[in-house]
């Protein structure tokens, strides 16, 4: 494996090998020195366009724990500023030797387009409403972990919100059904993208028809800066009708489950404090993050399954 | 890496009776050494020293019977120090479910070979705390050292072949002699 850009370019063996190794990932972050020298002399670096919290944090103690070495591009105070290009920026960061660019970009399909800049190894942390394929990893890891189910045929998962707008979405989508789930996406019409015909979902508008039927409740952040755009008349009716409320809670299954990427709205599409659901996953989905991205960095950088198959 | 031992070609190096004999010869060995089992710890390497790791704690806690000797696991493959220079294929998952911090930790492999397994268990035991001793054990022997790593308790000395396959199982240990594949 030589770059992770989307989930249907991992394909489901890749998928089940990248869940298999986090749980050797897992057990070193279990023990009371959490570190190994596998990627000893290798270098990542993480060139973030957008906003991000737990993504570029976890990369990077990730990469730490593998004990390799970290470089962060911190595009307010770089020379993109000057005027330097993408292009250009890459091939500056390749020339100090780098193995793998963690990338995130607000343009869908710039992690291809890098890969065709630079020998390095590409990781998409994000691009635009397309993929963010590590973030599925942890979601699948987090449901097998808690479900301790191999695959996930006959499980039905619903995913409410901001479809649209949310590649966190899209990659799920794709990695939920490889595993078998079956997955119904709940979104008023203006937050679905315009054509999903060729997509593996059922799609709902009434978020209380499919609760009681969901093992597992996928809340996704109302990106706010939407509503400008009109696409939600207003925030209270949009967490009246897709919000995850008490009573809602109520109306789920006893050994449902609740999970939401980050960062959280609250008092939007979380009306409540997810403490209170009795089976949120939230906080295990950001502690796998780091065991996940741990895997990632592995099999791209330490594995050699790289070896013999490019010249 | 170690393939089956049932091609017509591998001869039979010990029995499963001998290997058996060995267990229980290094589990006396092992109290003896340490008088008794105070602290003492053992620590199977991934994969063939864990079934032999068991076999050595039951041993010692046949013949002791006071405590329990505590048995972990320790898969080395993200330590080791040819890593990107082949591939690698992880073991089972690493379980050490006890503080090592003051104890006698007891590895035990299947088979030492150049010593670098080893070398790595060592450095991925202090992940775990910090041994007061560190002792190795093996099965077999069978030279060709790359580093200065020397077993306490050895099952058996067997010289090889450098291309020679050794498999260990609790049915005997098979040598495949080297073949050269030009010849």
């Given at each position: 494996?030589?770059?992770?850009?989307?989930?249907?370019?991992?394909?489901?063996?890749?998928?089940?090998?990248?869940?298999?190794?986090?749980?050797?990932?897992?057990?070193?972050?279990?023990?009371?020195?959490?570190?190994?020298?596998?990627?000893?002399?290798r270098?990542?670096?993480?060139?973030?366009?957008?906003?991000?919290?737990?993504?570029?944090?976890?990369?990077?103690?990730?990469?730490?724990?593998?004990?390799?070495?970290?470089?962060?591009?911190?595009?307010?105070?770089?020379?993109v500023?000057?005027?330097?290009?993408?292009?250009d920026t890459?091939a500056?960061?390749?020339d100090?030797?780098?193995?793998?660019?963690?990338?995130?970009?607000?343009s869908?399909?710039?992690?291809?387009?890098i890969?065709?800049?630079?020998?390095?190894?590409?990781?998409?942390a994000?691009d635009?409403a397309?993929?963010h394929?590590?973030?599925?990893?942890?979601?699948?890891?987090t449901?097998?972990e808690?479900t301790?189910?191999?695959?996930?045929?006959?499980?039905?998962?619903?995913?409410?919100?901001?479809i649209?707008?949310?590649?966190?979405a899209?990659?799920?989508?794709?990695?939920?059904?490889?595993?078998?789930?079956?997955?119904?996406?709940?979104?008023?019409?203006?937050?679905?993208?315009?054509?999903?015909?060729?997509?593996?979902?059922?799609v709902s508008?009434?978020?209380?028809?499919?609760l009681?039927e969901s093992?597992?409740?996928?809340?996704?952040?109302?990106?706010?800066?939407r509503?400008?755009?009109?696409?939600?008349?207003t925030?209270?009716?949009?967490?009246?009708q897709?919000?995850?409320?008490?009573?809602r809670?109520?109306?789920?299954?006893?050994?449902?489950?609740?999970?939401?990427?980050?960062p959280?709205?609250?008092?939007?599409?979380?009306?409540?404090?997810?403490s209170d659901?009795k089976?949120s996953?939230?906080?295990?989905?950001?502690?796998?993050g780091?065991s996940?991205?741990?895997a990632?960095l592995?099999?791209?950088l330490?594995?050699g399954?790289n070896l013999?198959?490019?010249? | 890496m170690?393939?089956?031992?049932?091609?017509?070609?591998?001869?039979?190096?010990?029995?499963?009776?001998?290997?058996?004999?060995?267990?229980?010869?290094?589990?006396?060995?092992?109290?003896?050494?340490?008088h008794?089992?105070?602290?003492l710890a053992?620590?199977?390497?991934?994969?063939?020293?864990?079934?032999?790791?068991?076999?050595i704690?039951?041993?010692?806690?046949?013949?002791?019977?006071?405590?329990a000797?505590?048995?972990?696991?320790?898969?080395?493959?993200?330590h080791?120090?040819?890593?990107?220079?082949?591939?690698?294929s992880?073991?089972a998952?690493?379980?050490?479910?006890?503080?090592?911090?003051g104890?006698t930790?007891?590895?035990?492999?299947?088979?030492?070979?150049?010593?670098?397994?080893?070398?790595a268990?060592?450095?991925?035991?202090?992940n775990y705390?910090?041994?007061?001793a560190?002792?190795?054990a093996?099965?077999?022997?069978?030279?060709?050292?790359?580093?200065?790593?020397?077993p306490?308790f050895?099952?058996?000395?067997?010289?090889?072949?450098?291309?020679?396959?050794v498999?260990?199982?609790?049915?005997?240990?098979?040598?495949?002699?080297?073949?050269?594949?030009?010849?």
């Open positions: 494996m030589k770059h992770l850009r989307s989930i249907d370019e991992l394909g489901l063996d890749g998928l089940n090998k990248l869940l298999q190794l986090t749980d050797h990932m897992a057990e070193i972050n279990q023990r009371p020195v959490p570190k190994v020298p596998a990627l000893r002399g270098t990542v670096a993480s060139l973030f366009f957008e906003d991000s919290t737990r993504t570029r944090l976890s990369f990077e103690t990730a990469a730490k724990r593998l004990s390799a070495d970290t470089m962060t591009f911190n595009v307010s105070t770089s020379s500023n000057k005027g330097e290009s993408l292009r890459v500056t960061i390749t100090m030797g780098v193995d793998a660019f963690v990338v995130r970009h607000k869908v399909g710039i992690p291809w387009q890969s065709a800049w630079t020998t390095a190894s590409i990781i998409n994000g635009g397309h993929q394929p590590t973030q599925a990893l942890v979601d699948c890891y449901i097998r808690a301790h189910a191999q695959n996930f045929a006959g499980m039905k998962v619903t995913i409410v919100g901001d649209k707008h949310s590649r966190v899209r990659s799920n989508i794709q990695a939920f059904s490889m595993l078998g789930a079956k997955v119904t996406l709940v979104a008023p019409p203006t937050l679905l993208p315009p054509d999903i015909s060729h997509w593996p979902v059922d508008h009434d978020l209380d028809e499919v009681a093992d597992v409740l996928y809340m996704l952040r109302l990106q706010s800066e509503m400008a755009q009109g696409h939600v008349p925030l209270r009716e949009y967490s009246e897709y919000g995850l409320t008490q009573k809670v109520m109306g789920l299954r006893s050994n449902a489950i609740v999970m939401h990427p980050g959280m709205n609250r008092g939007v599409e979380m009306q409540i404090d997810p659901v089976n996953l939230i906080h295990r989905q950001v502690a796998n780091v996940v991205r741990m990632v592995f099999e791209l330490g594995s399954s013999g198959g490019q010249a | 170690r393939k089956s031992a049932n091609e017509v070609s591998s001869r039979e190096a010990m029995t499963a009776a001998d290997v058996r004999r060995a267990i229980v010869r290094i589990a006396h060995e092992i109290i003896e050494r340490n008794g089992v105070d602290g053992i620590v199977g390497l991934q994969r063939g020293g864990t079934w032999i790791a068991e076999e704690a039951a041993q010692i806690n046949q013949i002791e019977k006071s405590v000797v505590p048995v972990g696991a320790l898969d080395v493959s993200l080791r120090d040819d890593i990107g220079l082949r591939p690698v992880l073991g998952i690493s379980s050490i479910p006890f503080d090592l911090s104890a930790v007891v590895v035990v492999d299947d088979v030492l070979f150049t010593g670098r397994t080893v070398r268990a060592m450095e991925g035991l202090n705390g910090r041994p007061r560190v002792q190795l093996v099965l077999i022997d069978r030279g060709h050292r790359e580093l200065p790593i020397r306490d050895v099952g058996k000395n067997l010289p090889t072949h450098r291309g020679d396959e498999s260990v199982t609790s049915q005997g240990v098979f040598v495949t002699p080297f073949v050269d594949a030009k010849s």
